[in-house]
């Protein structure tokens, strides 16, 4: 499986962004996308993650109502919504798939493909 992460920009503090990524090798509809970011100097964190089939969706606590992971219309492809962006969100963004219950996919090493990243600055 590869996946493209896309849709990454600077964007003021309060502004928007729309991430993309798309899966291609084999249907990942089966699996969990999840999104993780990294910023210069710390560790790969869990962001959120949608079970692609169902639907269902697991946030980390800080963007709990600010960022949604949704299905695209393409098998294969998900977005990450992110609004109210802080300059604290500044990070490369990765997409990633992996198989398990999503409630434990939390963690970089749960998940089997990643994407290259797509860096978001959000200026203050």
């Known amino acids: 499986v590869q996946l493209q992460a896309s849709g990454g920009g600077l964007v003021q503090a309060g502004g928007s962004l729309r991430l993309f990524c798309a899966a291609s090798?084999?249907?990942?509809?089966?699996?969990?996308m999840g999104w993780f970011r990294q910023a210069p100097g710390k560790e790969r964190e869990f962001v959120g993650a949608i079970n692609w089939r169902a639907g269902s969706t697991n946030y980390a606590d800080f963007v709990k109502g600010r960022f949604t992971i949704s299905r695209g219309a393409a098998e294969n492809t998900v977005y990450l919504q992110m609004n109210s962006l802080k300059p604290e969100d500044t990070a490369l963004y990765y997409c990633?798939?992996?198989?398990?219950?999503?409630?434990?996919?939390?963690?970089?090493?749960?998940?089997?493909?990643w994407g290259q990243g797509t860096q978001v600055t959000v200026s203050s």
């Open positions: 990633a798939s992996g198989w398990g219950p999503i409630a434990t996919m939390v963690r970089p090493e749960r998940y089997e493909y």
């Open positions: 090798g084999r249907s990942v509809s089966s699996y969990v």
